[in-house]
């Protein structure tokens, strides 16, 4: 086969173009993410996703402080069965390991009896002081902070709702006003008009009269 411009005798390395490849791959994976999160700039139309929304963003400032003491504690808890177990445990054998290993200790997914078997003391204390913390503490806290921002979301949107409901029986009863104001005086016209017309013709021949009396 013709290889032009390539030459057969030559090695050409692909490791850049592997590289390329890969880094495309990455951010195609990460803008998958981008993409669909579209999805909930239309959901916000829906109520509930968009009382869901509103309290997310209600919590937004607590959230992020809540993040920074969560990561805290991960970390702190990942670096103490690093140094404890690193030596002894597969599943603790670097800083990254360990972090997995306790996503998954959060998630319900592991075993403590490696742990317990090469060091029970070390493993029943962090074992339980992580425990304490994330189950005791950081979800009681999440939860916390999720259900008053619920609450002020709620109150707001009740109070929004009477504001509204204020306004529109405001706007009716003026409208009703004004409607009754609008058929009494078509009413008036209606009725008296021949009236007036009368008074009017009365009132000129009177003053002709007292025209024709001045005159003479």
């Known amino acids: 086969a013709d290889l032009a411009p390539f030459d057969a005798s030559t090695h050409y390395s692909l490791q850049t173009v592997t590289d390329a ?9 990460i803008n998958a993410i981008f993409v669909y999160f579209k999805v909930f700039k239309y959901l916000n139309r829906v109520p509930f996703m ?6 997310l963003g209600k919590a937004s ?3 992020f402080y809540f993040n920074i003491i969560f990561f805290i504690v991960m970390f702190a808890s990942c670096s103490s069965f690093y140094i404890g177990f690193s030596t002894d445990v597969y599943d603790y054998r670097s800083l990254g390991a360990s972090m997995i290993s306790l996503i998954r200790f959060i998630l319900g997914d592991t075993d403590i009896r490696e742990l317990v078997y090469h060091n029970a003391y070390l493993a029943s204390f962090l074992s339980f002081s992580f425990v304490l913390l ?12 999720v259900n008053d ?10 109070k929004l709702d009477a504001r509204l409901d204020a306004d529109a029986e405001a706007i009716e009863r003026r409208k009703a006003a004004f409607q009754a104001k609008k058929a009494r005086r078509n009413a008036r016209k209606e009725s008296g008009g021949p009236a007036v017309s009368e008074s009017l013709a009365g009132s000129s021949a009177e003053l002709a009269s007292a025209g024709r009396k001045h005159g003479t």
């Open 21 to 29: 490849k890969l880094i495309e791959a990455n951010l195609m994976a």
């Open 50 to 55: 968009n009382t869901l929304f509103a309290t």
């Open 61 to 63: 400032k607590q959230l």
């Open 134 to 145: 994330v189950f005791a503490i950081l979800v009681n806290m999440f939860l916390a902070i």
């Open 149 to 158: 921002a619920y609450s002020q979301v709620r109150k707001e949107k009740r």
